[in-house]
């Protein structure tokens, strides 16, 4: 009696092992939702990286959580608002979008790069060279650089515009 006991308590401990261990790889499986200002517009980005910088600037400056007057603009290589004297360089194309005004902390660019350009190189210049408080008497809390092939998104911007529009 005591063996099938033993033997019954076994099984049941294999399978609350099992049971356990399952439940929290598919915990890890799930998405992570974006939360911040950062992170959607990013997700937005990562949706659909097609199209020209322009079309894409156009795109997420629209963005519902946006809650500005926004606009989007072609940039040339040189100086860009947000990096203080270094040059950004190394782009084919490229287009700036943010609020037409006012002194909120949020600057986005989209970049393409040429064919077989580094990507990760001009990604790691721009987080190098991207000044938080290139706005006057405001700060960003968030810096966002990812990319999708030879599309780099780019943004500095707070994490949440309620505490902005308060």
């Known amino acids: 009696m005591k063996k099938i006991a033993a033997l019954s308590l076994a099984v049941l401990m294999i399978l609350g092992v099992v049971a356990c261990g399952k439940a929290e790889g598919e915990k890890k499986e799930e998405a992570k939702k974006p939360e911040t200002v950062g992170e959607i517009l990013l997700d937005d980005f990562k949706k659909d990286a097609s199209g020209s910088a322009q079309e894409l600037a156009d795109r997420i400056v629209k963005n519902k959580i946006i809650q500005f007057m926004g606009g989007a603009t072609p ?8 990096f203080d004297n270094t040059e950004i360089k190394g782009f084919k194309e490229g287009a700036m979008f943010g609020p037409m005004m006012g002194t909120i902390p949020f600057v986005g660019y989209i970049f393409v790069l040429e064919d077989g350009a580094d990507v990760d190189a001009f990604k790691t210049t721009l987080k190098d060279s991207a000044n ?3 706005n006057i008497c405001t700060e960003a809390e968030e810096l ?3 990319s999708e092939g030879n599309m780099v998104f780019f943004l500095m911007c707070p994490k949440s515009f309620e505490e902005v529009t308060e």
Do not use: A, F, H, M
């Open 75 to 82: 940039v040339e290589p040189g100086l860009l608002s947000g």
């Open 132 to 134: 938080l408080r290139w």
């Open 144 to 146: 966002v650089v990812d």
